[in-house]
């Protein structure tokens, strides 16, 4: 690898918007991973989360795809190009085996990244996932949906599947999530689930290269255990010829990440009687994600 390559990147430059963390020692040699976070898009958490991994010895590039400069402010035909960029550049510096982790609405992006760049990507980890591509939004003076797709591929918009409503449900969410006492807008997303439009559905057999699915029983944001049967589903009636794993947690929640965080407190499944055993069932997922890279 080369030693006088930059740790930071920015778009007009390099295509993509990322910082490079690098352990002292290299455990996984060869091997790279680019980690993304969700709806807020940007690098704050993203940093924290790539410097786990850095401190675990793999190499990780925290990536931002909104939110930042020279990017998008809303997740509305945003480009899975400066993923093709990214991981691009990791290849052009020795790394042979390039893998994506995304959580969230990243998780619907590293699916569908790795869909879509055979070869570049090697390893999806999708955490908190989604089956489908999903309609945009924009989050301008609340959430507002936007009639087309979240993402977008060398300058052509993705089939996604449409919301059931053309307003944001402000206070239907606000009555559910009151009445269970947790953020969720899964009755937003499980039409999408069961009945997306069949050219959104994301082609996961394309991945070359094995996949790992995280979910929590407790996720109440959005119905990832749903969506990922539903990937392994698919995954099997396609003959998917590498490993493909689905680990569904107990206890933890839509914020299924292997670190502390305030934010985490604001979920059931990592608050109150449930913050050990969410804790324990986050930092499982470490360890097993870890020996999926190993596996590569």
């Given at each position: 690898?080369?030693?006088?390559?930059?740790?930071?990147?920015?778009?007009?430059?390099?295509?993509?918007?990322?910082?490079?963390?690098?352990?002292?020692?290299?455990?996984?040699?060869?091997?790279?991973?680019?980690?993304?976070?969700g709806?807020?898009?940007?690098?704050?958490?993203?940093?924290?989360?790539?410097?786990?991994?850095?401190?675990?010895?793999?190499?990780?590039?925290?990536?931002?795809?909104?939110?930042?400069?020279?990017?998008?402010?809303?997740?509305?035909?945003?480009?899975?190009?400066?993923?093709?960029?990214?991981?691009?550049?990791?290849?052009?510096?020795?790394?042979?085996?390039?893998?994506?982790?995304g959580?969230?609405?990243?998780?619907?992006?590293?699916?569908?990244a790795?869909?879509?760049?055979?070869?570049?990507?090697?390893?999806?980890?999708?955490?908190?996932?989604?089956?489908?591509?999903?309609?945009?939004?924009?989050?301008?003076?609340?959430?507002?949906?936007?009639?087309?797709?979240?993402?977008?591929?060398?300058?052509?918009?993705?089939p996604?599947?449409?919301?059931?409503?053309?307003?944001?449900?402000?206070?239907?969410?606000?009555?559910?999530?009151?009445?269970?006492?947790d953020?969720?807008?899964?009755?937003?997303?499980?039409?999408?689930?069961?009945?997306?439009?069949?050219?959104?559905?994301?082609?996961?057999?394309?991945?070359?290269g094995?996949?790992?699915?995280?979910?929590?029983?407790?996720?109440?944001?959005?119905?990832?255990?749903?969506?990922?049967?539903?990937?392994?589903?698919?995954?099997?009636?396609?003959?998917?010829?590498?490993?493909?794993?689905?680990?569904?947690?107990?206890?933890?929640?839509?914020?299924f990440?292997?670190?502390?965080?305030?934010?985490?407190?604001?979920?059931?499944?990592?608050?109150?009687?449930?913050?050990?055993?969410?804790?324990?069932?986050?930092?499982?997922?470490?360890?097993?994600?870890?020996?999926?890279?190993?596996?590569?």
């Amino acid at each position: 690898m080369s030693k006088t390559e930059n740790n930071t990147y920015r778009v007009k430059t390099d295509g993509f918007y990322g910082e490079l963390f690098r352990p002292a020692e290299d455990k996984y040699p060869g091997k790279a991973l680019i980690c993304f976070s969700g709806s807020d898009g940007g690098i704050e958490m993203t940093r924290l989360l790539a410097d786990v991994f850095r401190s675990e010895g793999l190499t990780t590039l925290a990536l931002a795809y909104v939110m930042e400069e020279d990017l998008p402010d809303r997740f509305v035909r945003v480009p899975i190009d400066s993923l093709e960029a990214a991981a691009k550049r990791l290849h052009d510096m020795g790394y042979e085996k390039v893998g994506l982790w995304g959580i969230s609405k990243g998780a619907e992006l590293s699916l569908l990244a790795g869909s879509l760049l055979p070869g570049l990507v090697n390893a999806v980890i999708s955490v908190a996932p989604m089956s489908t591509v999903c309609q945009g939004f924009a989050k301008e003076k609340g959430i507002s949906f936007v009639p087309e797709s979240s993402w977008s591929f060398h300058g052509k918009e993705i089939p996604y599947s449409s919301f059931e409503m053309e307003k944001f449900p402000l206070g239907h969410i606000l009555r559910k999530s009151i009445q269970i006492r947790d953020i969720t807008m899964t009755d937003l997303y499980v039409p999408l689930v069961k009945n997306p439009n069949p050219d959104a559905v994301i082609k996961v057999e394309k991945i070359t290269g094995p996949i790992l699915l995280i979910s929590s029983k407790m996720d109440n944001m959005w119905p990832s255990e749903l969506a990922a049967e539903k990937i392994m589903k698919r995954l099997k009636e396609h003959d998917f010829p590498y490993l493909y794993q689905h680990l569904s947690y107990e206890y933890g929640s839509h914020l299924f990440v292997p670190m502390e965080l305030r934010s985490t407190k604001f979920f059931k499944g990592d608050r109150g009687k449930n913050k050990e055993k969410g804790r324990k069932a986050r930092m499982d997922s470490l360890v097993k994600t870890l020996e999926f890279v190993s596996k590569w």
